[in-house]
């Protein structure tokens, strides 16, 4: 690619600011078609050449005021991994699993690149091609993690752009080997690997987040295997329950083997570490110390198969995390700005290692409160843990609504279409990450259909017996590789 003349000057530019790399969102399901075409193109480039974009990551208006601006032509990279327009294109459903590519700051340097102090379609935006117009941008407002950390007059400026012309190719793309994709020395020759497919070993683990409502609404009662409990009891046994097949699907042989993290985050008035005992106050913690340090056992009724019959038969069970139903709000943020905290650094340790994604499972009885705008924050919260992801798929985020009543479940739905308009139903699916393809079959088994589409991971109204299900569904340990 040609260079400006001088181009040296705005690599100076970079250096003093400490800018290595440049970002560009989009969904994990057009990666195939980037390695395969070799690079990034604009909008108008891919149409002119055939090029489908599964998900785009801009929508109908984006596009017209591109024209408008003559700017369709240009391929828009950042300055930041939490581009607020990729928190819109999750919100309004045009990409479902982001991923983030880091870009050779070197395009920068291209003759035909232009530079936009803002977002480049803003009307008051300032678009060039010089030194001048690059020296414009705001780079100490780029450097802060959010646009929200800024004050109000110069949010604007988080969003300035680098527009490069027609095309990026894949060699400037420096992180496209990191998604389990080979890359091929053909392009057009491409073989993909399946994401959510990576094999849980020792040296590749996995991570495991239970978050659980523990608002005063969960201490209405149910009738739960013949026993009269809270939905916290209820719920508390379940989470024990699935601790406890983890933990044995680590034992081979005399050794507990480190195949995942597990984190239980408990929310109410408060949001806190959920284990107790000597394992208090921790966040993640392995398998072999969950082995060796149980809280307590309790006794409990279960169905067994009996020459009889089914019967109910007392049996003794291991917990780690205690029933709660306390205080008068469900402050799902403070959880959900835990759990980001906890997998950022997860994700920094495990960077470029070919990892099943963590899974974050949140069980909850209702709606969420304790903040002035209680949907708009947890949605926005939700898709930042979403945007998360190792080389082999985006963080997985399950939100499964239980209640004591017999009203219609509402099971892993298509569509928002299954939802009857019910505005917590809907705000659950908002929040829930699209599942992966591998899934298809045991939802299909679960929901008595033969639908060959995606299923989005939530649930509402689902009776307990139906959770235990999803649990089984949402904990893939059938990735467990037993030999390393």
């Given at each position: 690619?040609?260079?400006?003349?001088?181009?040296?000057?705005?690599?100076?530019?970079?250096?003093?600011?400490?800018?290595?790399?440049?970002?560009?969102?989009?969904?994990?399901?057009?990666?195939?078609?980037?390695?395969?075409?070799?690079?990034?193109?604009?909008?108008?480039?891919?149409?002119?050449?055939?090029?489908?974009?599964?998900?785009?990551?801009?929508?109908?208006?984006?596009?017209?005021?591109?024209?408008?601006?003559?700017?369709?032509?240009?391929?828009?990279?950042?300055?930041?991994?939490?581009?607020?327009?990729?928190?819109?294109?999750?919100?309004?459903?045009?990409?479902?699993?982001?991923?983030?590519?880091?870009?050779?700051?070197?395009?920068?340097?291209?003759?035909?690149?232009?530079?936009?102090?803002?977002?480049?379609?803003?009307?008051?935006?300032?678009?060039?091609?010089?030194?001048?117009?690059?020296?414009?941008?705001?780079?100490?407002?780029?450097?802060?993690?959010?646009?929200?950390?800024?004050?109000?007059?110069?949010?604007?400026?988080?969003?300035?752009?680098?527009?490069?012309?027609?095309?990026?190719?894949?060699?400037?793309?420096?992180?496209?080997?990191?998604?389990?994709?080979?890359?091929?020395?053909?392009?057009?020759?491409?073989?993909?690997?399946?994401?959510?497919?990576?094999?849980?070993?020792?040296?590749?683990?996995?991570?495991?987040?239970?978050?659980?409502?523990?608002?005063?609404s969960m201490s209405r009662k149910l009738n739960y295997r013949g026993e009269f409990?809270?939905?916290?009891?209820?719920?508390?046994?379940?989470?024990?329950?699935?601790?406890?097949?983890?933990?044995?699907?680590?034992?081979?042989?005399?050794?507990?083997?480190?195949?995942?993290?597990?984190?239980?985050?408990?929310?109410?008035?408060?949001?806190?570490?959920?284990?107790?005992?000597?394992?208090?106050?921790?966040?993640?913690?392995?398998?072999?110390?969950?082995?060796?340090?149980?809280?307590?056992?309790?006794?409990?009724?279960?169905?067994?198969?009996?020459?009889?019959?089914?019967?109910?038969?007392?049996?003794?069970?291991?917990?780690?995390?205690?029933?709660?139903?306390?205080?008068?709000?469900?402050?799902?943020?403070?959880?959900?700005?835990?759990?980001?905290?906890?997998?950022?650094?997860?994700?920094?340790?495990?960077?470029?290692?070919?990892?099943?994604?963590?899974?974050?499972?949140?069980?909850?009885?209702?709606?969420?409160?304790?903040?002035?705008?209680?949907?708009?924050?947890?949605?926005?919260?939700?898709?930042?843990?979403?945007?998360?992801?190792?080389?082999?798929?985006?963080?997985?985020?399950?939100?499964?609504?239980?209640?004591?009543?017999?009203?219609?479940?509402?099971?892993?739905?298509?569509?928002?279409?299954?939802?009857?308009?019910?505005?917590?139903?809907?705000?659950?699916?908002?929040?829930?990450?699209?599942?992966?393809?591998?899934?298809?079959?045991?939802?299909?088994?679960?929901?008595?259909?033969?639908?060959?589409?995606?299923?989005?991971?939530?649930?509402?109204?689902?009776?307990?017996?139906?959770?235990?299900?999803?649990?089984?569904?949402?904990?893939?340990?059938?990735?467990?590789?037993?030999?390393?």
């Amino acid at each position: 690619m040609d260079k400006k003349s001088n181009w040296q000057e705005f690599k100076a530019v970079l250096d003093e600011n400490r800018i290595t790399k440049l970002y560009h969102f989009t969904d994990r399901d057009n990666l195939e078609s980037i390695i395969k075409n070799g690079g990034l193109y604009s909008w108008m480039d891919c149409e002119r050449k055939g090029i489908k974009i599964n998900k785009p990551g801009g929508g109908e208006l984006s596009r017209s005021l591109d024209r408008k601006d003559n700017l369709q032509d240009f391929v828009r990279v950042s300055f930041t991994t939490q581009h607020p327009m990729m928190y819109v294109a999750m919100k309004e459903g045009r990409i479902s699993n982001p991923v983030i590519l880091e870009i050779d700051p070197e395009v920068i340097f291209w003759s035909d690149t232009k530079y936009a102090d803002s977002n480049a379609t803003r009307n008051d935006a300032h678009i060039g091609n010089g030194i001048d117009d690059f020296l414009r941008i705001h780079f100490n407002s780029i450097k802060v993690r959010k646009h929200f950390d800024l004050p109000e007059e110069e949010q604007p400026y988080f969003q300035a752009e680098i527009l490069v012309k027609n095309y990026i190719p894949l060699e400037y793309i420096k992180n496209i080997g990191n998604f389990g994709i080979p890359i091929p020395a053909q392009p057009k020759k491409l073989q993909i690997k399946d994401p959510y497919t990576a094999q849980i070993t020792r040296n590749t683990p996995t991570a495991f987040i239970f978050m659980i409502d523990q608002s005063i609404s969960m201490s209405r009662k149910l009738n739960y295997r013949g026993e009269f409990i809270t939905l916290a009891d209820a719920v508390a046994r379940i989470v024990n329950n699935q601790i406890n097949e983890l933990v044995l699907r680590c034992i081979k042989t005399n050794e507990v083997r480190h195949y995942y993290d597990i984190a239980v985050v408990g929310y109410g008035d408060d949001a806190n570490y959920g284990w107790k005992g000597t394992l208090a106050g921790r966040d993640f913690v392995s398998p072999e110390e969950l082995k060796n340090n149980p809280f307590k056992k309790i006794t409990v009724k279960e169905e067994k198969r009996t020459r009889k019959g089914v019967e109910l038969k007392e049996v003794e069970k291991v917990q780690w995390v205690e029933p709660v139903a306390a205080g008068k709000y469900t402050r799902a943020h403070k959880a959900f700005a835990m759990v980001k905290e906890l997998l950022d650094k997860w994700m920094k340790e495990h960077h470029d290692k070919d990892c099943y994604p963590p899974t974050i499972i949140n069980i909850t009885d209702g709606a969420f409160n304790g903040i002035a705008n209680p949907r708009e924050e947890n949605t926005q919260l939700a898709n930042e843990l979403k945007a998360l992801f190792t080389n082999d798929g985006n963080v997985l985020l399950w939100n499964i609504h239980v209640t004591p009543d017999n009203q219609e479940q509402i099971l892993l739905p298509i569509s928002k279409t299954e939802l009857n308009e019910d505005k917590y139903s809907e705000w659950l699916y908002d929040m829930s990450s699209l599942l992966p393809s591998r899934y298809n079959q045991p939802i299909g088994d679960l929901r008595g259909d033969a639908e060959n589409s995606r299923h989005v991971a939530m649930a509402t109204n689902t009776d307990l017996s139906t959770l235990i299900q999803l649990m089984d569904i949402g904990t893939p340990t059938n990735n467990i590789n037993p030999n390393k």
